[in-house]
């Protein structure tokens, strides 16, 4: 959820245990080359048009890219982390694009990837 509105990129302390927590309960059985890379990650929690996301910031889009790919082990996390019971479970795979400045994003909703200004708990219509 890297913005201005959020703490600098130095204390990500509360995405980074977010982060450990789910990789050690969710993904302890899992193939260790997914744990590896989840482990490069910062996992958050954040609204996209009132609607509950769970966000995977990516270090670079290989490694989204290839999240993108998988998924399924995702399923559910926002339903389990946030008591949703509407049945949906969106996330995003995001990674930094520096040379465009954006942050480009897998939406498991559309199986679509997106550009988005932001990363933010709350976006805006026109990001979309």
């Given at each position: ?21 789910i990789i050690d309960d ?11 890379i989840l482990r490069m ?52 795979f995001c990674y930094k ?32």
């Amino acid at each position: 959820m890297s913005n201005p509105q959020t703490p600098s990129n130095q204390d990500r302390s509360l995405e980074k245990a977010l982060t450990n927590k789910i990789i050690d309960d969710y993904f302890d059985n899992s193939e260790s080359w997914l744990r590896a890379i989840l482990r490069m990650c910062i996992f958050s929690l954040g609204k996209i048009n009132g609607e509950s996301v769970f966000i995977v910031e990516c270090p670079n889009q290989a490694v989204a890219k290839r999240l993108s790919r998988k998924t399924y082990p995702f399923r559910g996390m926002v339903y389990f982390l946030t008591d949703n019971f509407d049945d949906r479970d969106r996330s995003l795979f995001c990674y930094k694009d520096e040379r465009k400045g954006t942050w480009q994003c897998f939406d498991t909703s559309t199986n679509t990837w997106k550009s988005l200004s932001y990363l933010q708990s709350s976006t805006s219509p026109k990001d979309w």
